[in-house]
C-alpha cells in the first residue's frame, strides 16, 4: 500500500503462476476497493512487487520468463492512475528468476537466481545502471530488507546476513557493501527479516520467520482448512514455523531473546509498526500480536495476541481456506492479500468490554 504522487492511495499485488500479470488497485475508499489497470508480463509468476517510498516508481519481479532473462520490470508511477512500463531490467548480473526485491526512492535490490542481491541506480527509469551486488559465500538467499542504511538478507540456512550498504558505520556505501555479521537460525530456515527498533524497550529487534512446508513429525492439526489452490477440489497442505525474536541492539552480540509461535500452524511475512507485529500465518490467518516493551519468552502464552482473522470465503479461488501470504498496516487499517482469495481490507477495532 501506498500514497501516489496525486495523494490517493493505492495497492499493488503480483501473481504466483498466473502468466505474468500484477494488477493496480485504488484503495482510497477502503469500504469499496477498486482495480484500475493490469500489466502482463513475459513471466510465470510475478512474485513480489515493491513501490518506492516516495511512489515515483514500482518494480515486478519476474520468474520463469520465456527468453530466461529474468530482471525486474520499472513501472513509472507518476500517475498512479496510468501505471506505464519505463524499463526492462535486462542486465548480465541478473542470471535467474527474480524472487524478491527492496526499493529505495533511487535504488532498487534485486535477487538474483537466489544467490545475491543485485543493486541498480533507477534514478532515470528509463536507464537503470548496475551500482554493485553482495553474494554471501556458501549461502541462498530468499529475501532482503534494507533500514537505515543496512541490508538484512534472510538465506535460510546461514540465517540473516546483515550488511552496511550506505550506513557507513561498518565501512559500506551503496557502491561498496560491507559485511557486519551473520545470525544463525536455530532451524536453518530463515524466510523473512523485519528490522524494528522498540521505544519501549529501547532495544533494536529482527523479527525472523520460518518458511517451513509440511509439519515433519509433528501431528497436522488444522489442515482440513488449508489446500493447494488449485480450485475447489485441491489436496491439503500444512505449514510450520515461528518467529524468532533477536535482540541486535549490539550488532556484535545478537541475543536469541524470544518467539512468536502457534504450533499448528506456519508463518510467512512479517509486519511490524508501533509495537504491533502484522503476521501472515498462512493457514492460521493473519494475526496481530502486541510486541510493546522488552521481549522474552513465547508471545503467544503471554496474552500478547490482539486479534486473528481468516478470510473465508465461498468465493476464493479455492473455498473458504485461508492462504494468509503477508500483511501492512496503512492509514488505519490493515491490509493483506491471501493465496486464493486476493486483496484484503480490515479494521482493527479496539475491544468492547461490557460495563457493569
Known sequence: ????MNGRDYGLTG????DGWAFFWDVTDVGNIMKIDSIQVDARTVNDVKVAPNGRYAALSREGTSTRKDGPVLIDMSDPDNPVIASYIDDEHITGGVHNMFALDNYLFALSNGDKYVIFDVTDLANPKFVSEYNHPDSRV?????????AYSSEWGTGVVVVDVGNGQYGGSIENP?????????????????????????KFYLFLGDE???????????TGLNRVPTGPTGSPVAFSGYIHIIDFTDPMDPKDVARYEVSE????????????????????????VDVSGELMGNLYNQGREIAVFKPFTVEGFTPNTSVVWGAQP????VFFTDLTSGLWSVKLKPTQRPIS
Open 265 to 288: 500452524f506456519g508463518t510467512h511475512n512479517s509486519w511490524v509498526e508501533d509495537d504491533v507485529l502484522y503476521q501472515a500465518y498462512y493457514d492460521g490467518g493473519v494475526r496481530m
Open 212 to 222: 517451513i512446508m509440511g509439519r515433519g513429525d509433528q501431528a497436522w492439526r488444522g
Open 142 to 150: 530468499h529475501d532482503v530488507w534494507v533500514h537505515n542504511g543496512f
Open 178 to 202: 560491507v559485511f557486519v555479521n551473520a545470525v544463525p537460525y536455530p532451524v536453518g530456515r530463515t524466510h523473512a527479516a523485519f528490522p524494528y527498533y522498540s521505544e519501549t524497550a529501547d
Open 330 to 333: 496503512f492509514k488505519g487499517n
Open 15 to 18: 501473481t504466483w503462476g498466473a
Open 1 to 4: 500500500m501506498f500514497e501516489g
